[in-house]
């Protein structure tokens, strides 16, 4: 059992150390050599191997409280982004949750929600990122919220599927986002425009909310169950959409190397 776990782990490694990132069956016994260039010369890691681990260590919220993106990871978040693993990695969340939300137990009296993130959760903001280098530079909010009036995101394809999975379910559907209050019009428009065309709540942040972006989603979510909803899951893309009680049931984390939000 363990032996199968760490060949699936090695055959992994070799093959991301191949310009194809395939998995074609793990060579037997496997060709140790091939791992090598992941550590690159002399002791200086590869500029392309060491983003991957950067990616990793936001993912998993290893590394926390950045502002950009490592310069040199400019190419590698943009390839990223805009190839299949992106793709690939948000199919595997929306696949879990799927599968999650249809072994519910659900009491079908309207009260089971589902929380989702807005930005880099359900739709995304690629088009604008991409022109902005991806993370590396540093946050502008008078451009980006420029961006936002114009309600041109488009969805993230996965995300819409598991939202009309969860809405045939009979899961009602909580938006819960950092956007602020006066965003709430070209939303609400930008997220029917691309498929979104239901919701239970439409939860943005008023001009008086102050403090982390967990107080604030922690204390909404809370409100949620204050009036008697149960939370049966909550996905964003950032950690501060999942930390903090009450979490929800089960919480998925969507991928997002571009930017953290604490
Ligand atoms: C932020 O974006 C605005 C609008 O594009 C631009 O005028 C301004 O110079 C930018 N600020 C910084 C600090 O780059
Ligand atoms: C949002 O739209 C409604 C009508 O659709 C309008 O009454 C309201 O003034 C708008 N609010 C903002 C902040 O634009
Ligand atoms: C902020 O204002 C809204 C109404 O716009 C109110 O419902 C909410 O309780 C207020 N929150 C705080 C922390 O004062």
Known sequence: ??????????????????????????????????????????????IGVS????????????????????????????HYMLGDLYRQDSALVTAEAANYAEGLNLQGDGKDVWVFDIDETTLSNLPYYAHHGFGVELYNGTSFQAWVMTGEAPALPESLGLYKKLLSLGIKIVFLTG??????????????????????????????????????????????IDEGYRIVGNMGDQWSDILGEPEGDRTFKFPDPMYYLS
Not at 65 to 72: L, N, Q
Not at 182 to 202: C, F, I, Q
Request: hydrophobic content about 40%; charged content about 20%; some cysteine.
């Open 1 to 46: 059992m363990k032996l199968a776990v760490a060949v699936v782990l090695l055959a992994a490694l070799v093959a991301s150390s191949h310009a194809s990132s395939r998995v074609d069956g793990p060579p037997f016994p496997l060709p140790i050599h091939l791992l090598r260039p992941l550590s690159g010369s002399a002791g200086h890691p590869l």
């Open 51 to 78: 983003c991957e681990s950067w990616r990793v260590g936001v993912e998993a919220n290893n590394v926390r409280d950045w502002k950009t993106i490592p310069r040199t990871c400019e190419g590698y978040v943009g």
């Open 179 to 224: 956007r602020a209050e006066d965003k709430r019009n070209v939303t609400a428009h930008n997220l029917k425009m691309v498929g979104y065309d239901t919701w239970e709540k439409l939860l943005l942040k008023g001009s008086n909310v102050s403090g982390s972006t967990v107080a604030y989603k922690s204390g909404m979510r809370q409100k949620l």
